[in-house]
C-alpha cells in the first residue's frame, strides 16, 4: 500500500519542478534585465535615402534625404526593411520588419522624428558582421517570375543575394504615388560585439555622412517637363481649373516612345555591363486630355488674394522610372535606351485640316560627374556617359507650343 504514496510524492516533486521551470520562462520573457539577459544584445539603425548628387532632383526639399515624406511621388516610402548578417559567404541573420511606411497604423512606421529600427542578437552571436540591406521586396519580382519576399527568407549565402535579378520590364508604367521603388544598402564589417538595452539600444555607426543607413534606389526617375502648356484660372471659390493651352498650333497629343530599356535590373549594385535584353515601349506615356492637377507644376503656389477669373500659364510634368543600363561606349549605338517624344501641331492654327509631326529623340546623357559613385570603374569596367545610372534623375524640358515648330529644338536640362 506503500507504493501510492510514493506516487504521490514523485508527482508533487515533478509539479512542483515544472512550474518552477516555467515562472523562469516567464520571468525572463518579462523583464531580461532582472535575469541578466538582456544588456548589451540590443542594436539599431537609423535609415535615410542616398543623396543623388544631381542639384536636389531627388529630394523631398534642399538637402533633405529623409523617409516616408515625400507625400506627392513617395519615391522615399519605406514599407519594409530587410536586414541580413553575413560572415564570409554565409548568411548568419536575417531580420525582416514591415508595416513601415506612414500610412501604416503600427507604432513601428518610420517618420522624420523616428526613423530607426532595432533587433537583437544572443551573446553567442555578438560579432563583426557584414550587412545587406533590401527595402520594398515586395515591388518587383525577380527575372524568373519570382517573388522576391519569397526568396529571400530563404538565402543561405552572400553569392544567392547578389545573383538576384530583379524583372524590370514595363517599369515606366508604374504610377509612381501608388509605387514603392526598392532600394539597397550593402556595408562591411560593421562592429556587433556589444549593443545596449532593449530601452537603449546602440546606433550602429555606419561609413556614411549620416553615419547611418543611406538607401540607394535601384532605378532612375525621369521627369519631363513640358513648358508652358496649362491654363489656370481661377474660380469665385478660389480654386483653379486646369486646362491645356490652345489652339495656337497644339494638338493636345504628347507621346513619350521608349527603346532599349533593361528588361531586367540586378538587385544590388554590380560592376558589370548590363544584359542584352532590352525591349522597346510604344506609347510609354501619353498625356490624356484631362489635366492632371497634380502633374501641374507650381499650382499649390499660386497667390491666394487673385482676381476671379485670372489666368496663370504654368508647366506641366511627367514621370516614370527607369531601370539601370550600363553599357560601353563602344556599344552606345546599339544598346544605350532612348527616347522619343512626339507631338503633333497645326502649321495654322486656324485650319485643322493640315496637321503635322514633331518628334524629338533624347539620349539619357549623364551630366553628373558622381552618378556612378556607387560602382567600381577599371579597365575592362567603364560605363559610357549614355548609361542610366540607378538612383539618378534625368529632367528634360520641351516647349511645344512655341511658334516656330521647325526650328525648335529639345533644351535638355539633365543632372
Not at 43 to 70: C, M, P
Request: net charge negative.
Amino acid at each position: 500500500m506503500a507504493r501510492p504514496r510514493y506516487n504521490i510524492i514523485y508527482t508533487t516533486l515533478l509539479t512542483i519542478g515544472m512550474l518552477l521551470s516555467l515562472a523562469s520562462c516567464v520571468r525572463q520573457d518579462c523583464n531580461e534585465e532582472l535575469i541578466g539577459d538582456g544588456q548589451d544584445l540590443y542594436f539599431s539603425l537609423r535609415f535615410r535615402v542616398r543623396k543623388a548628387h544631381n542639384q536636389n532632383l531627388r529630394a523631398q526639399e534642399d538637402g533633405v534625404y529623409s523617409i516616408n515624406t515625400d507625400k506627392t511621388d513617395k519615391e522615399d516610402y519605406v514599407k519594409e526593411l530587410r536586414v541580413i548578417l553575413l560572415q564570409g559567404d554565409e548568411v548568419k541573420k536575417n531580420f525582416y520588419f514591415r508595416a513601415l511606411d506612414p500610412d501604416s497604423h503600427s507604432p513601428n512606421k518610420l517618420t522624420t522624428g523616428h526613423n530607426e529600427v532595432s533587433f537583437k542578437l544572443e551573446e553567442d552571436e555578438m560579432n563583426i558582421y557584414d550587412m545587406m540591406i533590401i527595402a520594398n521586396e515586395s515591388s518587383l519580382r525577380t527575372s524568373g517570375r519570382k517573388d522576391l519576399s519569397k526568396i529571400l527568407p530563404a538565402v543561405t549565402t552572400r553569392d544567392e543575394i547578389k545573383s538576384i535579378a530583379l524583372n524590370t520590364y514595363g517599369i515606366e508604367r508604374k504610377v509612381s504615388s501608388k509605387f514603392y521603388v526598392p532600394m539597397t544598402a550593402e556595408y562591411s564589417n560593421v562592429d556587433m560585439r556589444k549593443g545596449g538595452s532593449k530601452d537603449s539600444p546602440l546606433k550602429l555607426q555606419l561609413p556614411t555622412p549620416t553615419n547611418g543607413v543611406e538607401l540607394l534606389r535601384i532605378l532612375a526617375k525621369v521627369e519631363l517637363i513640358i513648358k508652358d502648356c496649362v491654363e489656370a484660372t481661377r474660380r469665385s471659390d478660389g480654386k483653379f481649373d486646369c486646362s491645356w493651352i490652345g489652339p495656337w498650333g497644339f494638338d493636345r497629343v504628347v507621346t513619350i516612345d521608349l527603346d532599349k530599356v533593361s528588361d531586367e535590373t540586378p538587385l544590388f549594385p554590380a560592376n558589370q555591363y548590363s544584359s542584352l535584353e532590352t525591349s522597346s515601349d510604344a506609347t510609354a506615356v501619353r498625356l490624356s486630355q484631362e489635366v492632371d492637377e497634380s502633374s501641374v507644376v507650381g499650382l499649390d503656389n499660386l497667390p491666394d488674394d487673385g482676381s476671379i477669373g485670372g489666368v496663370y500659364l504654368l508647366d506641366y510634368r511627367v514621370r516614370f522610372y527607369l531601370p539601370e543600363r550600363l553599357v560601353a561606349e563602344a556599344q552606345e549605338a546599339d544598346q544605350a535606351t532612348e527616347m522619343k517624344i512626339t507631338w503633333n501641331y497645326y502649321p495654322n492654327p486656324w485650319d485643322s485640316s493640315k496637321k503635322e509631326e514633331h518628334t524629338n529623340q533624347v539620349s539619357f546623357v549623364r551630366q553628373n560627374e558622381k552618378a556612378d559613385d556607387y560602382l567600381t570603374t577599371s579597365a575592362t569596367f567603364a560605363p559610357s556617359e549614355k548609361s542610366v545610372y540607378r538612383n539618378s534623375c534625368y529632367r528634360i524640358a520641351i516647349s511645344p507650343y512655341r511658334a516656330d515648330f521647325r526650328s525648335l529644338e529639345t533644351r535638355r536640362d539633365t543632372f
